[in-house]
């Protein structure tokens, strides 16, 4: 199975911060990855997919980067509503695996 | 809209079985392959398995293979998730999703709000 590894596992920030999330494959899966936002209680959301597409009515201050086994979730200007778990996933080949999640956290 | 109701959930001893269920709407039901993954209680997401749009190709998280038997039923837009011998590790929310193009492989924007499956004496 690919080992999806996601740090870190927790982050504070502030509204307005700026926040990486990194997630790394442990082999490569060209831009076969997808990013999510749970909330407690809720589905997951799906944020990017294919590592830098943003997903319809996901806001600008949202992005991805990365291929092969190293990639990038970005927040610019946290707001409220970002305060939540996220989830890398890959989907290059069966099994599909997730990161094991980076919670964001208001300092 | 695209549309995903999970059913079956509820609490039952380990070592029993129970089959979950995920109804679709909103879609053409046989272009896509549906995928479950489940959360345990404050743990993070785990992909469990995949039945392929006609039905032909079933995939499986290695760990759960031979417990969980995946199959869709066409005539009522359904796909199962048949689940032997659970334990108390089984315990999760179990979700169905779709992918976001035709097909069965990629990301997941389409979930259902989940069913709670609870294995306890």
């Known amino acids: 199975d690919i080992q999806m590894t996601q740090s870190p596992s927790s982050v504070s920030a502030s509204v307005g911060d700026r926040v990486t999330i990194t997630c790394r494959a442990s082999?490569?899966?060209?831009?076969?990855l997808a990013w999510y936002q749970q909330n407690p209680g809720k589905a997951p959301k799906l944020l990017i997919y294919?590592?830098?597409s943003l997903h319809s009515g996901v806001p600008s201050r949202f992005s991805g980067t990365g291929s092969g086994t190293d990639f990038t979730l970005t927040i610019t200007s946290l707001q409220p509503e970002d305060f939540a778990t996220y989830y890398c996933q890959q989907a290059h080949r069966f099994p599909y695996t997730f990161g094991q999640g980076t919670k964001v956290e208001i300092k | 809209q695209v549309q995903l109701v999970e059913s079956g959930g509820g609490v039952v001893q380990p070592g029993r079985s129970l089959r979950l269920s995920c109804a679709a709407s909103g879609f053409t039901f046989s272009s896509y392959g549906i995928h479950w993954v489940r959360q345990a209680p404050g743990k993070g997401l785990e992909w469990v398995a995949l039945?392929?749009?006609?039905?032909?190709?079933?995939y499986y998280a290695e760990s759960l293979r031979g417990r969980f038997t995946i199959s869709r039923d066409s005539s009522k837009n359904t796909v199962f998730l048949q689940m032997h011998s659970l334990t108390v590790e089984d315990t999760a929310v179990y979700y169905c999703?779709?992918?976001?193009?035709?097909?069965?492989?990629?990301?997941?924007?389409?979930w259902g709000q989940g069913t709670l499956v609870t294995v306890s004496s």
């Open positions: 082999q490569g899966i060209s831009s076969w």
């Open positions: 294919a590592a830098s």
């Open positions: 999703a779709r992918v976001l193009y035709g097909g069965n492989s990629g990301s997941l924007p389409y």
């Open positions: 039945i392929s749009d006609d039905g032909s190709d079933e």
